[in-house]
């Protein structure tokens, strides 16, 4: 007699690239209007409307569906790193404040973030341009002004200026 032991094993399935609309029901779903939020997963890495991946909260390899119930807004790194298992099991293990591995850094961050605005407020006009510089922004082609007001001005309105990004530039 022959069984086959694998009709309980999933199929595997092509990678999917999710269209526009479920990108942005993912996203209304779990950031709301906003258009930066925080990844679903690690909570620390600024992501755009425009800027972030979409991962399974139970892998496909495992399982899993590609429906909107099971689809999360999050991070590269944290999406690569996830692999197959469950995004609450990878969250826990890697994220969790009570874990004994998670650095003293993340366990002491205050609980309140700070501001784009309040961010470039506290830094002097040499590192605004090294902001601008770094990130590649036209400044010069859109902006005539030389004061801190004007890059911080100009910095504020930019979408590729997050918090995270302008933290890891200037520190």
Not at 101 to 128: E, G, Y
Request: glycine letters at 6%; a positive charge; charged letters at 35%.
């Amino acid at each position: 007699m022959f069984f086959d032991f694998d009709d309980d094993k999933p199929k595997k399935t092509k990678r999917v690239r999710f269209d526009k609309n479920i990108r942005h029901a993912v996203w209304a779903k779990y950031i709301g209007e906003k258009t930066e939020g925080k990844c679903y997963c690690c909570g620390s890495r600024t992501i755009h409307i425009t800027d972030f991946q979409v991962g399974h909260n139970k892998a496909i390899a495992k399982g899993g569906k590609n429906q909107i119930s099971n689809l999360r807004p999050i991070c590269g790194p944290c999406n690569r790193g996830m692999g197959t298992t469950t995004l609450e099991s990878y969250k826990k293990k890697h994220f969790s404040k009570t874990d004994s591995t998670t650095s003293k850094s993340k366990t002491t961050k205050s609980a309140k973030p700070i501001s784009k605005k309040d961010l470039l407020n506290k830094l002097s006009k040499t590192k605004l341009k090294k902001v601008v510089k770094t990130l590649d922004l036209d400044y010069d082609e859109y902006w005539d002004g030389d004061e801190k007001e004007d890059y911080i001005e100009f910095l504020s309105s930019s979408r590729k200026a997050t918090v995270k990004r302008i933290q890891d530039i200037v520190e």
